[in-house]
């Protein structure tokens, strides 16, 4: 449980220390961000001494040290905003396409059994909704670095981006159960505990 939560809490720290970094001009976090983020993402592997792990650790830290002294680590940083959402976009995206089941249908069936009609049609819009956020997120990572103005692009990857998740992951949990009085509701830790087991595969 120790290793989880050091594990965890290093990779988001990442956005705030790249946050605290632009808003407050200190570029040694700018540096220490994704090398706290690489030690967070490898942390399992690298206590476990797996060969792999510390070898692609390495690598990442390398090829990180080379960018700084070329002075493109801010280049550098403008990537994660754009390259994760729009995972999530294909993701979630391709369920929607070619006859398959929608992805959050295909959790809450995985979890709970068969899905009311009506239900399935709420999780295919949910599904829908998230790849509209999702490609939201992607066009204004991309578009707010060509205004050279880094602590804005902070304020929307760093900030705004997490506060729209997250109020609609609670948003939608309360909604839900507004508009399903009579469905079984998991409380919401056991809905995180869902979406934590969930196999995001297809």
């Known amino acids: 449980m120790l290793n989880r939560i050091l594990a965890i809490a290093l990779v988001v720290a990442y956005p705030l220390l790249v946050h605290v970094s632009l808003v407050f001009a200190i570029p040694q976090l700018m540096f ?13 592997g690298l206590i476990a001494r797996h060969l792999l792990a510390w070898t692609l650790f390495i690598a990442s830290c390398v090829a990180i040290l080379v960018v700084e002294y070329l ?4 280049y550098l940083l403008y990537l994660p905003p754009i390259l994760l959402p729009l995972l999530f976009l294909v993701i979630f995206g391709r369920t929607l396409l070619g006859g398959r089941e929608p992805l959050i249908t295909a959790i809450g ?6 899905l009311s009609v009506a239900m399935r049609r709420y999780t295919r819009r949910l599904t829908l909704l998230w790849c509209l956020v999702f490609a939201t997120m992607v066009i204004w990572s991309a578009i707010l670095p060509w205004l050279e ?3 804005l692009w902070s304020w929307f990857t760093n900030v705004i981006n997490y506060g729209v998740v ?3 992951f609670i948003g939608e949990f309360i909604l839900r ?14 809905y995180l505990r869902i979406i934590a087991r969930a196999r995001i595969h297809r």
């Open 32 to 44: 220490i961000a994704p090398l706290v983020f690489l030690t967070g993402a490898f942390w399992y």
């Open 177 to 190: 159960k507004k508009l399903f009085p009579t469905h079984n509701h998991p409380d919401f830790f056991e």
């Open 109 to 114: 069936e995985a979890a709970r059994g068969p």
């Open 166 to 168: 997250g109020a609609l």
């Open 149 to 151: 103005r880094p602590e």
């Open 71 to 74: 002075g493109l680590t801010l």
